[in-house]
């Protein structure tokens, strides 16, 4: 077999030549340069470059030009139900065309830098990074604070919570969205006790399920009554968040009652119906159409809502992945998004701002 110092070794030689690889990807694609008995299948530097490259390959795709199995299997690795080597194991048959399936894995994860919208540097906001005191939960919460430069008075506040990564440079991202539709937002980093979001995807997926998540859940709502009782902030607040988020805010809306104003889940898991009592807040449920596992339990938090009178709008989208508002990965679908960003916003100035 090839040794993996060669597969190293070739790696960093073809990633100096084109300066857009990099040594994870090259190593991926050069397993395919070997043969099974370890046999180089091309034996110059020159014919290495000469082969296309994975770089050539990865423009971004939308979620429909991917196999709905393949996609179902990233949902998994996501959500931490199999590792990264389980993905690789049962994407290999996906890989084809030149792609192996740590290309497929790549072309999958999200690119911040690419889909941002606001500069972290944008002269119309002000932000900053605040500690805020949790001593139900982890002792403190590192959170991002976003707020227009040139509002002069309160303000009303929305809390942004992430997926299962932490506060990652897409959810800092839609915090400077709101931030510019005139609300001051605060997001929150679950993963503070862990050291705070690594910066990395793949480390953040593996430290997540080490949190405790009753403290976790006291971090988030010492968060929430921060940003509602500082002296910039009207005393109304919302929440919006996804996936792991979206649980989050549906918590906040249990938890906080009155106190929230509303909630915006996205493609999030529900409460009991026990919990759903406790709801004063009105809710704005976005769900993706090809999400059996989150869907599942709408029919009966839908019984809930309506049995206990709680102010609710509904919202399935068509043909949609999992993850469709995030525009930092294929399953982002813009129209979908832009419809349910629009009806957030709409939800968000009628029962927060108003």
Request: proline share 5%; hydrophobic share 40%; aromatic share 8%.
């Amino acid at each position: 077999m090839a040794t993996r110092t060669a597969l190293g070794a070739a790696a960093t030689g073809i990633a100096a030549v084109n300066k857009n690889a990099t040594n994870s990807v090259m190593m991926e694609w050069l397993i395919d340069v070997f043969d099974r008995r370890g046999r180089v299948k091309v034996t110059s530097s020159a014919s290495l470059c000469m082969l296309p490259h994975p770089e050539d390959s990865m423009e971004r795709k939308p979620a429909q030009d991917f196999d709905q199995e393949l996609l179902l299997i990233f949902d998994q690795y996501v959500h931490g139900a199999i590792d990264r080597r389980g993905f690789l194991d049962r994407t290999t048959k996906f890989a084809v065309g030149g792609m192996t399936a740590g290309m497929l894995l790549d072309a999958l994860s999200p690119k911040f830098a690419e889909a941002q919208q606001v500069p972290k540097d944008d002269k119309r906001l002000k932000t900053e990074y605040v500690e805020v005191a949790s001593p139900n939960g982890n002792g403190k919460i590192k959170a991002y604070v976003c707020r227009p430069a040139n509002a002069t008075g309160k303000l009303p506040a929305i809390v942004v919570v992430h997926e299962n990564r932490g506060l990652n440079p897409h959810i800092e991202d839609i915090a400077r969205r709101l931030a510019l539709d005139n609300f001051m937002a605060i997001a929150p980093d679950a993963l503070t006790p862990l050291g705070g979001y690594p910066g990395d995807e793949e480390k953040a997926r593996e430290l997540f399920p080490k949190l405790d998540q009753p403290k976790v859940r006291e971090d988030f709502i010492a968060c929430a009554n921060y940003i509602r009782t500082r002296a910039d902030c009207t005393g109304k607040i919302g929440a919006v968040g996804f996936c792991y988020g979206g649980g989050v805010v549906s918590m906040l809306a249990v938890r906080l009652g009155a106190d929230l104003a509303a909630g915006v889940p996205f493609y999030g898991g529900q409460p009991t119906a026990e919990d759903t009592a406790k709801i004063k807040a009105a809710m704005l449920i976005n769900y993706a159409g090809t999400d059996e596992r989150i869907n599942a339990g709408w029919p009966a938090w839908e019984a809930a809502l309506k049995a206990n009178n709680v102010r609710y709008e509904g919202y399935i989208y068509a043909g949609t992945q999992h993850g469709f508002n995030n525009d930092t990965t294929p399953r982002y679908d813009a129209t979908a998004a832009k419809l349910a960003w629009e009806r957030t916003i709409a939800h968000f100035n009628k029962y927060v701002r108003g």
